[in-house]
């Protein structure tokens, strides 16, 4: 972890995330780039490429970097490595470039969540970056006071898939001699499995990653749906961190089915840490 990406929208969760990134930083010895986008409709300077020299974007760009100066004068920032950079137009394309371009290992973003029929018809742009993000992206909504995780709650169904997911969260998990635990929610109806049929279904997944079948590691819950189950398992045991594989499904297979990983990022308090399945 070299390169961390902070994606900031100067308000009290981005500053949030601002510290846990530096706090990060310090532990890896890596730099960070903090970004702010200046969204701006497409219906007020067209569909093409943004204009810089438009005197609105101007002044929205001036305006960004004097909140700038001001927002990263805070003392948890001395002795970090930090450069800061405006972009205009998308969030997601923006944080996507960024990521290819400057390597970036990691994304830290604040999040206030979103409920109701804008959860439903918009969502937010942290959910966003989630579904459209091919490296890991620890999202963070609260100001965390003691930044130690001990104990890191990994949502799995336990396919193969994501065993390159569990290998990057437990590498992370390791960095902070955490304990991390294994959790598959079990659900009522055609989803339902009997406790020898999830056993037999684990072994292969718990072989791949070397690691016993016994309730140190793995715990299983049984809930109404995944959301739930996996926001209920981390108050129940008290979990720090919730490290969890997306797919990032896009269009309409993302309307329809949802992502289990940007519904718990949008509802849980604690820190999610959200990993890309490779298909």
Do not use: C, W
């Not at 923006?94 to 990691?106: F, H, M, P």
């Not at 993000?133 to 909504?141: A, D, I, T």
């Not at 997911?165 to 902070?176: C, M, P, R, T």
């Amino acid at each position: 972890m070299k390169n961390i990406l902070v994606p900031v929208d100067f308000s009290q969760p981005s500053e949030n995330a601002l510290k846990v990134a530096a706090k990060l930083a310090k532990k890896n010895n890596a730099k960070i780039l903090s970004l702010h986008v200046v969204e701006l409709a497409e219906s007020l300077f067209g569909s093409g490429q943004f204009n810089v020299d438009n005197e609105e974007i101007v002044f929205f760009m001036k305006l960004a970097k004097k909140k700038f100066e001001e927002f990263l004068d805070k003392d948890f920032l001395k002795g970090v490595d930090i450069a800061h950079d405006i972009e205009v137009g998308s969030t997601t394309f923006a944080i996507n470039d960024i990521v290819e371009k400057q390597n970036i290992d990691l994304i830290v973003m604040g999040s206030q969540g979103v409920s109701g029929l804008e959860e439903v018809m918009i969502g937010s742009n942290t959910e966003k970056v989630v579904r459209h993000s091919e490296v890991p992206v620890l999202v963070v909504k609260n100001d965390i006071k003691d930044f130690d995780f001990k104990k890191v709650l990994f949502a799995t169904n336990f396919d193969l898939k994501n065993v390159k997911a569990y290998n990057k969260a437990k590498e992370f998990a390791d960095s902070f001699d955490a304990q991390m635990k294994l959790v598959y929610i079990n659900m009522p109806g055609n989803q339902f499995y009997s406790s020898d049929e999830i056993r037999d279904h684990m072994r292969k997944f718990l072989n791949e990653v070397e690691i016993p079948l016994n309730n140190k590691n793995v715990k299983i819950y049984n809930d109404y749906s995944i959301q739930e189950g996996v926001l209920n398992a981390s108050r129940y045991e008290k979990f720090d961190l919730i490290a969890i594989p997306t797919h990032g499904r896009k269009g309409l297979a993302h309307f329809f089915n949802g992502s289990i990983g940007e519904d718990v990022v949008n509802h849980s308090d604690l820190p999610v840490m959200t990993f890309k399945i490779q298909n």
